[in-house]
């Protein structure tokens, strides 16, 4: 089994795994997130000049918390996309500083299909079944995806066609007055409110939208939706039920995630749904999908949440399964592509 470091800089966290190969012996994570907290959303520039300065110690981390040198290495797995430009570009650079110095493979692999390869890193002797549905959600991204093989055989059914779920979290979250990242601070405070007392919007599940955008998603509408709704009541003078507001918002968006995820698993005939991406995080997310899932005779698997958010173990786990599967490296001039395809498992 190749012992693998796995390097992963697609947005603001700094993740460095190690992983036998699935076995998990390091996930050291450096998050950035508090100095992106004033502007209310990730900067690229400040994001990757996070990832300078905190690749070189979470490497170090990692290392110590495996208990292996970088000569023990087999091969160095990076996420060269999709993500943002500039912070991608530090792993990558990394990474292939490692790979050449150490004469070591490099494996060049997609950031979204990594949040899929964390799931055979669990440790409660249950292996990932496929073809399964996957959904992942984070600041970043909102995909439903179709994976018959990790590392050859995964197709994108549908994504968000504006803002991602985690982003409209976070819009929705500055909207109330509540701190960045707003995914957790609505998630609490919609504990105490009505899901039903406000009824919004859920992108893209009109019939004549289902359609073209049957596995579509779009958070724009809602995130409107619920300032204009703040809006007037602030404008005649009433109090914001914050708490109502709250809920009701997750519940239109845990509806619209869990209805599409688990019509996708119906449609095609997959039952089985797994779940990634720092939303999940979200405790109705979380329950709405266990609720359906079961309704559909679906099985459902969150992998647990510190592997779920951007981190590197997943990358070096999907890396061990490239190389387990004979996938030759990728080429030493490989560079960060910020759209990187889904069905490009390896660049
Ligand atoms: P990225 O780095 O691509 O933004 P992450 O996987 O780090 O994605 O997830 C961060 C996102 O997850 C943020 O948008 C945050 O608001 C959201 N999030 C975290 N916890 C929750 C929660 N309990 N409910 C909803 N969203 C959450
Ligand atoms: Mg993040």
């Not at 998990?24 to 450096?30: Q, R, T």
């Not at 493979?105 to 997609?110: C, D, G, I, K, R």
């Not at 995130?223 to 009701?248: C, F, I, M, N, Y």
Request: glycine share 10%; proline share 5%.
């Amino acid at each position: 089994m190749s012992l693998v470091l796995g390097i992963e800089t697609s947005c603001d966290e700094t993740g460095i795994g190690i992983v036998r190969g699935s076995t998990l012996l390091a996930n050291v994570i450096s998050s950035s997130m508090e100095e992106h907290a004033r502007y209310g959303g990730v900067v690229p520039e400040v994001a990757a000049r996070a990832h300078l300065e905190a690749i070189e110690p979470a490497i170090r981390a990692a290392l110590a918390e495996a208990g292996v040198t970088l000569a023990d290495l087999d091969a160095i797995a990076v996420t060269s996309g999709p993500g943002l430009a500039g912070a991608l570009m530090v792993g990558v650079g990394a990474a292939k500083a490692l790979a050449l110095a150490l004469d070591r493979p490099l494996y060049a692999v997609n950031h979204l299909v990594g949040h899929v390869g964390a799931d055979v890193l669990r440790d409660d002797g249950t292996a990932l079944e496929l073809p399964t549905v996957a959904l992942l959600v984070s600041g970043g991204h909102t995909s439903l995806l179709l994976v018959r093989d990790l590392t050859s055989d995964v197709e994108l059914l549908g994504e968000t066609i504006d803002d991602a779920a985690g982003e409209a979290f976070d819009k929705v979250a500055r909207l109330l007055g509540l701190p960045y990242p707003g995914g957790p601070h609505i998630d609490r405070v919609a504990a105490e409110g009505d899901p039903a007392a406000i009824r919004f919007p859920r992108g893209l599940t009109l019939p004549k939208d289902l359609e073209r955008h049957r596995y579509d998603f779009s958070f724009s509408g809602l995130k409107t939706a619920v300032a204009r709704h703040v809006e007037r009541l602030r404008d005649a003078g009433q109090e914001v039920p914050v708490a109502d507001v709250a809920a009701s918002f997750r519940e239109a968006v845990a509806d619209v995630l869990t209805a599409k995820a688990v019509a996708a698993c119906q449609d095609l005939g997959v039952p089985r749904l797994l779940l990634g991406g720092g939303v999940v995080a979200n405790a109705r997310v979380r329950a709405l999908a266990e609720e359906r899932a079961a309704a559909a005779g679906v099985s459902l698997r969150i992998p647990p949440l510190a592997l779920c958010t951007d981190n590197g173990a997943m990358i070096a786990a999907l890396g061990a399964q490239l190389i387990a599967a004979g996938h030759a490296p990728s080429a030493l001039d490989v560079s960060a592509d910020s759209t990187l395809p889904v069905t490009h498992i390896q660049a």
